[in-house]
């Protein structure tokens, strides 16, 4: 287990095709991190508000954060330069006293903070190459749409846009939820979107047959939706306010096929593309729990309470590889990412 430890609050924590992780501090900056050294190599500064939500392009060095500046921001990032001398991880660092003796991680050593204002490597973007206008609210969530050609945003101001990602401009203005939005995600492979909201719905874009597209709305909710994301298969997961989880079947979405009951608010949930999917759910208490899309109970974490958040975790994020160190990845109002190494034996059951 890995923590990082930060100057302010954090909205977001993401993983995308590259083997580093995001995050998103309350102080206006995007950071990119290498989870092996628990060191940022990149700082994004652009924002006059705090950052809400990155999404990075599929095949190019772009990512894209929107803001409670109201504002989206498209920029490029440069990967972290090879050939410097490496830098000693944090379970390397907390293993050894300064006699170079072996020690044994204890809750003791758990909250290490990584100074980013002064790491010689760091590299600081300050400028976007395209700024979305038109949103009139904070803009709290965007995704990269599969054709990498378009991106999503959803705002408080009770829409979403839907932008072409290389002029700046809006295609579409996706209105009808009554309530500031939440969330949105776009499905991995189909030109499909989910948009969630504070007005217990969420509701499911198809832009599959342009210039028209279709709109349903699935009110299996009794408060806000925080998150609704898609699986690899036909299911979309949605998370509230209301205590649970619901899962649905895309082919047949009358009524939700699953449902996991808890006793505490749910965030902006996270679906591994690895062992039949496994849902990470970050809760208001601080604490992870994860299932199966079959809505079985696979483990909770942290499994002693001095090893987690302690405040309410509100992101997560699984990495694209089960066997790396840290595959897991919270992000939480007490200032910290943590990161967690989730084993799965041949049942898909968690160890």
Not at 75 to 85: A, I, K, N
Not at 103 to 119: K, P, W
Not at 255 to 274: C, E, F, H, K, M
Not at 286 to 315: E, M, W
Request: glycine share 6%.
């Amino acid at each position: 287990m890995a923590h990082l430890l930060l100057e302010a609050p954090l909205w977001w924590v993401w993983f995308w095709l590259h083997p580093w992780k995001p995050s998103l501090p309350t102080d206006g900056t995007a950071l990119i991190w290498d989870p092996d050294t628990g060191t940022p190599f990149l700082k994004y500064t652009g924002h006059s508000g705090a950052v809400n939500c990155i999404s990075f392009h599929q095949k190019e060095v772009l990512a894209c954060t929107v803001s409670g500046d109201c504002f989206g921001h498209v920029w490029r990032y440069l990967p972290p330069v090879s050939g410097l001398p490496r830098q000693p991880s944090l379970a390397e660092k907390l293993k050894h006293d300064s006699s170079g003796e072996e020690r044994c991680l204890s809750d003791d050593y758990e909250d290490t903070t990584v100074d980013e204002g002064v790491h010689p490597s760091v590299t600081l973007v300050k400028t976007p190459i395209i700024i979305l206008k038109g949103h009139k609210a904070p803009v709290m969530s965007c995704d990269w749409l599969p054709n990498a050609q378009q991106l999503v945003t959803a705002s408080w101001d009770r829409t979403a846009r839907l932008w072409d990602s290389e002029k700046g401009l809006t295609i579409h203005s996706l209105e009808g939820h009554d309530q500031e939005l939440t969330h949105v995600c776009a499905h991995p492979s189909q030109q499909l979107l989910v948009t969630s909201s504070q007005d217990t719905t969420f509701r499911l874009w198809d832009f599959r047959t342009p210039p028209i597209h279709s709109v349903n709305v699935f009110q299996g909710h009794s408060k806000a939706v925080n998150a609704a994301v898609f699986s690899q298969r036909d299911n979309v997961i949605s998370g509230s306010d209301d205590h649970t989880v619901k899962i649905w079947d895309l082919r047949k979405m009358r009524s939700p096929t699953d449902s996991i009951r808890l006793d505490i608010g749910v965030n902006r949930i996270a679906l591994s593309q690895y062992e039949n999917g496994v849902l990470a759910l970050p809760l208001d208490n601080g604490h992870i729990r994860l299932y199966d899309l079959a809505g079985n109970r696979l483990a909770q974490i942290p499994r002693r309470d001095r090893q987690g958040h302690r405040r309410l975790v509100f992101s997560a994020a699984w990495s694209l590889d089960s066997h790396q160190k840290c595959n897991l990845y919270t992000s939480a109002f007490d200032n910290k990412v943590i990161g967690w190494k989730i084993t799965f034996d041949a049942a898909t059951k968690l160890s």
